[in-house]
Nanobody, 124 residues
């Protein structure tokens, strides 16, 4: 069992930055692929970024490539999402997800555990 708690969301102006954190419980964190998804009102949940169990490779959604960076610290049981050059269309609830496997996937159906989400709002 893995419990995920996101933090770091908030209100930021266009062009600004935020860093989201996701703290995981459980001793097996290092064996999970991790990912960030987001969901805006009236829209489907969208893949943002994923990272392999050991941090050796990352996967990004097309809309955030070059602006967002996912990383993890297995010693701290934490995954991060650094978001730069934020745009109003990045406004959404951001969710952390864990997959019992080594590699991340873009489809939310592949993930076993989810956090409660943190709101990110980008003003124009």
């Amino acid at each position: 069992q893995v419990q995920l708690v996101e933090s770091g969301g908030g209100l930021v102006q266009t062009g600004g930055s935020l860093r989201l954190s996701c703290a995981a419980s459980g001793r097996t964190f290092a064996s999970y692929a991790m990912a960030w998804f987001r969901q805006a009102p009236g829209k489907e949940r969208e893949f943002v970024a994923g990272i392999r169990w050991n941090g050796s490779s990352q996967l990004y959604g097309d809309s955030v490539k070059g602006r967002f960076t996912i990383s993890r610290d297995n010693g701290k049981n934490t995954v991060y999402l650094q978001m730069n050059n934020l745009r109003p269309e990045d406004t959404a609830v951001y969710y952390c997800a864990a997959r019992d496997g080594y590699s991340p996937y873009a489809s939310p159906e592949n993930y076993d555990y989810w956090g409660q989400g943190t709101q990110v709002t980008v003003s124009s």
